[in-house]
C-alpha cells in the first residue's frame, strides 16, 4: 500500500531534513520522532550496528527512562532487533501475547505494557546500519501498512546514518590535517636553517633534535588519530576477559614511579583489601590507565603529588587519579574530552595531540562505563573512571 498525501509529503519533508542532518544524535531524535507519528506508536527505539561489538547496540529512545533496556551492550541475536538485522525483514507483531515465534517467545527486552510492535532494518548499500522499533499503537494494532510506511523512512534514516558516520571521520580527518600544519611548518622551518653555512656543529645538532621531536609529534598524533578513528567507526576490535582491575594499576603505578622519581613526585596508593575482578579488554583499560597516569605526571609539579585510589562493589569498580598539578581553567572543563582539545593554560608549555582524553573516554564508553573529571586551576585534577564488573555482553 502506498502513504497516503500527508504521510507523503512528511517523508518528502523528512527525507530533506535527514540528508542535511549531520550530528548522528541529533538526526536519531529526528528520525524517532517522525516514526512515532507515522504509526502513531507510544515509544520508538534505535538500535544501531556497531562493528567493534559485533552486534546491535541501543543509541536512541524516546523514552527517557532506558533502565530496563541494556545500553552500552550488544542486543541479543534471539532478540526481536537481532532476527530483524539478520535477516533484514521487517516484523509485526500484532500481539506480543500470542504471538509464537521463537524470537519473540524468547524475546528479553519486551517492558510490561508492551503490546505490540514493528521492527524494521536500517539497510544502506546492502549493509545494515541497524534496526528502527515502534512499540504500541495508540489506538488498535499495527498493521502491514504501517510497516510498509515504516520501512520507507528506515530506507531514508539509513542512507542518513551512513552519510553522517561517514562525515565524523572526514571531519576528523580534516582537523588533523590543521594539526598537523604546525610540526609541518616548524620542520620545514628547521629544514631552511639547516642549510646555512654558519651554523656550528652544536646548533646543527640542536636542529636535528627539534626534527626529531616534531616527527615524533606528529607520529604520536597519526597514531592516535588512527585510533580514534576506529573507535568512531566501530571498527576497533575488543578481547573480553576476566582480570583484576587492582593489579593492573599497582603494575601501571610501578611502571612510572621511576618517570615520577626523577620529577620528585610522589605516588599514593590506596587498595581495597579485596580484588577487583572485572570482565573487559584488559588492554584497552591498561590504556586508559596509563594516559591517565602519563598527564599526572605530566601536569604536575616537581615534588608533586599523585595518589590513586581504587574501589569496588558487587557491581562496579572504579579508581581516580589525582594530581597536584597545573589544573584545568573552569571554562575548559566542559571540553576537555573532545577530539583535539587542549587546555588554554597548558597549550604552549605542553606538547600533546588533544586525542588522548577522547580515546580514553570512548573506552570506558565502550566497556559501558563513566569517566568524569574535577580540576581547579593551579590546584590539580582528578580522573575519575567506573566500569560495571561485566563491562561488556556476559554470554
Known amino acids: ?191 631552511y636553517l639547516l642549510k646555512r653555512n654558519d651554523l656550528t656543529e652544536e646548533q646543527r645538532q640542536q636542529f636535528a633534535d627539534s626534527i626529531a621531536v616534531e616527527i615524533t609529534r606528529m607520529n604520536d598524533m597519526a597514531s592516535s588519530y588512527l585510533e580514534y578513528s576506529r573507535l568512531e567507526a566501530g571498527r576497533l576490535s575488543f578481547s573480553t576477559t576476566s582480570f583484576d582491575l587492582k593489579t593492573l594499576v599497582t603494575e601501571c603505578c610501578r611502571t612510572f614511579k621511576p618517570k615520577a622519581d626523577e620529577g620528585g613526585i610522589t605516588f599514593r596508593i590506596t587498595l581495597p583489601e579485596q580484588p577487583l575482578v572485572i570482565k573487559a579488554d584488559e588492554n584497552k583499560i591498561k590504556q586508559v590507565v596509563i594516559n591517565l597516569l602519563n598527564n599526572a605526571i605530566k601536569y604536575n609539579q616537581a615534588g608533586g603529588l599523585v595518589i590513586v585510589r581504587l574501589w569496588g562493589n558487587d557491581q562496579t569498580v572504579g579508581f581516580s587519579i589525582q594530581d597536584t598539578g597545573v589544573g584545568i581553567p573552569e571554562t575548559d572543563l566542559p571540553h576537555v574530552f573532545e577530539k583535539f582539545f587542549r587546555a588554554h593554560n597548558i597549550q604552549e608549555t605542553y606538547p600533546g595531540t588533544g586525542l588522548g582524553l577522547s580515546i580514553c573516554k570512548r573506552i570506558v564508553e565502550i566497556h559501558g562505563g563513566t569517566i568524569g573529571i574535577q580540576s581547579q586551576l593551579n590546584a590539580g585534577s582528578t580522573f575519575t573512571v567506573e566500569l560495571p564488573i561485566c563491562a561488556r555482553e556476559c554470554d
Open 1 to 191: 500500500m502506498l502513504p497516503n498525501l500527508q504521510q507523503f509529503n512528511q517523508l518528502l519533508d523528512i527525507s530533506r531534513d535527514l540528508a542535511s542532518t549531520r550530528d548522528l544524535e541529533i538526526l536519531l531524535r529526528k528520525i524517532l520522532r517522525v516514526a512515532v507519528d507515522l504509526s502513531n506508536a507510544e515509544t520508538a527505539h534505535v538500535f544501531l550496528y556497531d562493528e567493534t561489538r559485533g552486534g546491535l547496540v541501543l543509541q536512541s529512545s524516546t523514552e527517557s527512562r532506558l533502565d530496563q533496556i541494556p545500553q552500552g551492550n550488544t542486543v541479543p541475536t534471539a532478540s526481536i532487533a537481532g532476527w530483524v538485522s539478520e535477516h533484514r525483514t521487517p516484523v509485526i507483531v500484532a500481539d506480543v501475547g500470542t504471538d509464537q515465534r521463537p524470537f519473540i517467545q524468547t524475546e528479553s527486552l519486551l517492558k510490561a505494557g508492551t503490546k505490540s510492535l514493528i521492527a524494521v532494518p536500517l539497510t544502506a548499500k546492502e549493509k545494515i546500519q541497524g534496526v528502527l522499533e515502534v512499540i504500541n499503537k495508540k489506538q488498535d494494532f499495527f498493521k502491514q501498512e504501517d510497516a510498509e510506511i515504516l520501512t520507507v523512512l528506515a530506507a531514508q534514516a539509513a542512507i542518513a546514518v551512513e552519510n553522517s558516520r561517514l562525515y565524523q571521520q572526514a571531519d576528523l580527518l580534516n582537523e588533523l590535517v590543521h594539526e598537523l600544519r604546525t610540526p609541518l611548518a616548524s620542520v620545514l622551518t628547521i629544514a
